[in-house]
C-alpha cells in the first residue's frame, strides 16, 4: 500500500527500488520556498544504512513485517531448525543467516524471527539467556586482582565472569554484549 512520504515514521518497514527498509530518523526540513524529507533508513537485508531525500509528494510503498515466536529445535551442519509455536510448521535457517546470535541458542529456546511474506530477515533474542557453565578454571581464595576468569558455556560460548563461578552453574548473559550478568 502506498503512502505519502510525509506519514513515514521512524521504525515503520517501507521498500523503496525493490529493496525492503526499516525507517531509523525522519526529518521535515524547510528552506525558503522549498521543502524536502529526509529519512535515514536501514536496509532489513543487508544492514547498510541508506540517506535519502524525498520531495512532500513522493509516496512509499509499506512493508508487512511479521513477527512469530518460534522454538529451536536443533541444528546440523547446514542450518538451524526451528518450530512454530502455534502451527507446529518447521523452518530450516541457514547458518550463514543465523551468524553470531547462534552463541546464545540452546534446543528449546522461543526467539521472535522477523519475516517478510516467507523470507526470514532476522531473529530476535531476549535481552539475556540463560546458560550453564560446561568449562572453567578453579577459583584461587584471595585472588580479586586480575578480576575474573574466562568460562565456556553450554553453546560454546566464552565469557568472562568472577573467580567464584563453577562448572554446573547457570548463569545469566546479555545477548547484545555477550557479558556476564550473574547467576541465574
Not at 512493508?63 to 502455534?86: C, S, T
Not at 524471527?113 to 526470514?120: H, M, N, S
Not at 530476535?124 to 568449562?135: E, F, G, I, N, R
Not at 545477548?175 to 556476564?180: L, Q, S, V
Request: aromatic share 10%; net charge negative.
Amino acid at each position: 500500500m502506498a503512502i505519502p512520504i510525509n506519514e513515514v515514521k521512524a521504525g515503520m518497514a517501507v521498500e523503496f527500488d525493490g529493496q525492503l527498509y526499516r525507517c531509523i530518523e525522519y526529518h521535515h526540513q524547510r528552506a525558503a520556498q522549498q521543502s524536502w524529507i529526509k529519512i535515514k533508513l536501514k536496509n532489513m537485508r543487508t544492514g547498510a544504512i541508506v540517506d535519502r531525500s524525498f520531495k512532500p509528494g513522493e509516496k512509499a510503498e509499506t512493508a508487512h513485517i511479521d513477527y512469530k515466536p518460534m522454538q529451536f529445535l536443533y541444528a546440523d551442519g547446514d542450518a538451524f531448525h526451528f518450530m512454530d509455536q502455534k502451527s507446529f510448521e518447521q523452518i530450516a535457517i541457514p547458518v550463514k543467516k543465523v551468524g553470531e546470535t547462534a552463541r546464545y541458542l540452546k534446543e528449546g529456546f522461543v526467539v521472535n524471527i522477523t519475516f517478510y511474506g516467507d523470507e526470514v530477515l532476522d531473529l530476535d533474542l531476549p535481552a539475556s539467556v540463560d546458560l550453564k557453565v560446561t568449562d572453567t578454571s578453579p577459583g584461587f581464595k584471595g585472588d580479586t586482582v586480575s578480576g575474573g576468569k574466562p568460562a565456556t558455556l553450554e553453546t560454546g560460548l566464552v565469557v568472562q565472569v568472577p573467580f567464584f563461578v563453577n562448572v554446573g552453574d547457570t548463569l545469566k548473559v546479555d545477548t547484545r554484549e555477550g557479558k556476564y550478568l550473574g547467576r541465574a
